[in-house]
């Protein structure tokens, strides 16, 4: 079953902050996130995993609560270049297992 | 160090033809995700496959559809009469995990674009 993520649509002006949502039905062992520009591949963001380790870019925050299944990523100071389609990614049992992603949330920065 | 290299990037078959997509891992990967994603739609995940062998398929049609990673040379995912339902963006990711309980980062190429007419 697919993560399902919120908002599905976020429209931002420069510098404002914007929060996307994933949640899942199922226990997780992490959740990925990527920003997909049109027409191009999605590219690597962050990975959280359960128990609290993270990796991944420097300008861009998330966090991963174990209790509710859910992941929060945070854009902060938004720029034009934040805008793309945001898909999370989530893992189950252990790492090296398919990535199930949720529908995207799709978020334009104006200036 | 180049990143997963995917050819062609476009393809087009008439009904009825076969399509394969070509996935070289980034150097150092042996595992190697194929993801499909219909237009303004997300990833769906196909087959996961490491060098000679298939992990999971789970997501792979039952039909006209087949993976493979080949001790040599690049991942093949081959569509045998293609339909029109089949034009979708192929994705494929390859990951440098080497032991249960690290990171398990995918890093996606460019993709191919097949169009089915």
């Known amino acids: 079953q697919q993560p399902v993520q919120s908002p599905q649509a976020v429209i931002l002006r420069e510098g404002e902050d914007a929060v996307i949502n994933c949640s899942s039905s199922k226990a997780l062992y992490s959740v990925h996130w990527y920003r997909q520009k049109h027409g191009e591949a999605p590219v690597f963001l962050m990975i959280?995993?359960?128990?609290?380790e993270q990796k991944g870019h420097d300008k861009i925050s998330a966090s991963f609560n174990e209790k509710k299944q859910q992941s929060s990523l945070y854009l902060t100071a938004s720029q034009l270049s934040y805008s793309g389609t945001y898909f999370c990614?989530?893992?189950?049992?252990?790492?090296?297992?398919?990535?199930?992603f949720g529908g995207g949330t799709r978020v334009l920065v104006k200036p | 160090n180049a990143g997963v290299m995917q050819n062609p990037r476009h393809l087009v078959r008439r009904r009825g033809q076969e399509a394969r997509l070509r996935c070289s891992p980034m150097?150092?990967?042996?595992?190697v995700y194929w993801y499909r994603q219909l237009p303004e739609e997300g990833l769906k995940f196909m087959v996961y496959l490491q060098k000679e062998n298939i992990i999971d398929e789970s997501g792979m049609p039952k039909e006209r559809f087949s993976a493979e990673f080949p001790k040599e040379g690049p991942s093949i995912l081959r569509i045998q009469q293609v339909v029109r339902g089949d034009s979708a963006a192929y994705f494929c990711?390859?990951?440098?995990?080497?032991?249960?309980?690290?990171?398990?980062?995918?890093?996606f190429g460019p993709g191919t674009r097949l169009t089915v007419l």
């Open positions: 990711a390859s990951s440098p995990l080497e032991l249960a309980g690290s990171y398990n980062e995918q890093f």
């Open positions: 990614g989530t893992e189950i049992g252990t790492a090296g297992n398919k990535l199930t």
């Open positions: 150097k150092g990967h042996s595992h």
């Open positions: 959280l995993l359960k128990g609290g």
